[in-house]
């Protein structure tokens, strides 16, 4: 999609798994830094977007990615991955990481974090909720012949005729960065924001590898004063 006229401009603000078990002290897969960019993501619930939708990791207890799920010894949270087939076509594969169990329906650690201000949310989407597959963006699983799990996300924003979607959660290197991709997939003109997301490798190296993924995806990365957000703010 290409930029569009101001009486046509419909942004989304998309908050990715801002959850207990993704920030720290207690999380059992905590972000580094994760809780200290609430307050940059309770001032963007305050703009006039048109749509603001949260998205919540929810696992079922024997998810794929749970690397307890697994027999050893390549069962690590961290080190370890797994070969992931598609149920549906098992020549179509990828390989996964392997993580501490986290985000498991219904637990504390699945809630989003209480300093958000999840009033001002207009929807949640839940993903990875089919213990088959990895699910990192809040759009759809990485399997394309077929798809497997898929959200309401695009759905709900063309639905809401949403024209720009702009990102920020956790994390940076997984799923903050598929959520952009797909974003962009979708059609909609895609920013990340760069104050209000964190990374589990926060390193430069890693960060730089993923703006560079967002770039060839089409997704700009800006910052809390860009023009990008000005628009938005005038609205």
């Not at 080190?79 to 598609?86: D, F, I, Y």
């Not at 993903?127 to 898929?150: C, H, L, W």
């Given at each position: 999609m290409h930029d569009v006229p101001d009486d046509a401009f419909r942004p989304a603000l998309l908050i990715v798994d801002f959850q207990e078990d993704f920030c720290p002290p207690h999380g059992s897969l905590a972000v580094t830094g994760?809780?200290?960019i609430?307050?940059?993501?309770?001032?963007?619930?305050?703009?006039?977007?048109?749509?603001?939708?949260?998205?919540?990791d929810w696992h079922p207890p024997d998810h794929i990615s749970f690397a307890a799920n697994h027999p050893p010894p390549d069962n690590k949270p961290f080190?370890?991955?797994?070969?992931?087939?598609?149920p549906d076509n098992?020549?179509?594969?990828?390989?996964?990481?392997?993580?501490?169990?986290?985000?498991?329906?219904d637990t504390k650690g699945a809630k989003l974090i209480p300093e958000l201000h999840a009033e001002k949310v207009h929807h949640i989407v839940k993903?990875?909720?089919?213990?088959?597959?990895?699910?990192?963006?809040?759009?759809?699983?990485?399997?394309?012949?077929?798809?497997?799990?898929?959200s309401e996300l695009a759905a709900t924003l063309k639905e809401a005729q949403v024209t720009h979607v702009y990102v920020v959660g956790l994390a940076m290197d997984y799923c903050v960065k598929y959520t952009a991709i797909d974003a962009a997939k979708e059609g909609f003109v895609t920013y990340a924001?760069?104050?209000?997301i964190k990374a589990v490798d926060p390193s430069v190296q890693a960060w730089g590898a993923s703006l560079d993924e967002l770039k060839r995806a089409g997704v700009a990365m800006i910052s809390l004063a860009s023009p990008e957000l000005n628009r938005v703010r005038q609205l």
């Open positions: 994760a809780r200290d609430v307050a940059v993501i309770n001032s963007l619930l305050e703009l006039p977007f048109s749509q603001k939708i949260a998205t919540q080190s370890s991955s797994c070969l992931v087939r598609n098992p020549s179509e594969t990828y390989k996964t990481r392997l993580w501490p169990v986290h985000c498991v329906q993903k990875g909720q089919d213990k088959r597959v990895e699910m990192y963006s809040a759009f759809t699983d990485p399997f394309v012949n077929p798809s497997i799990a898929t924001v760069e104050e209000g």
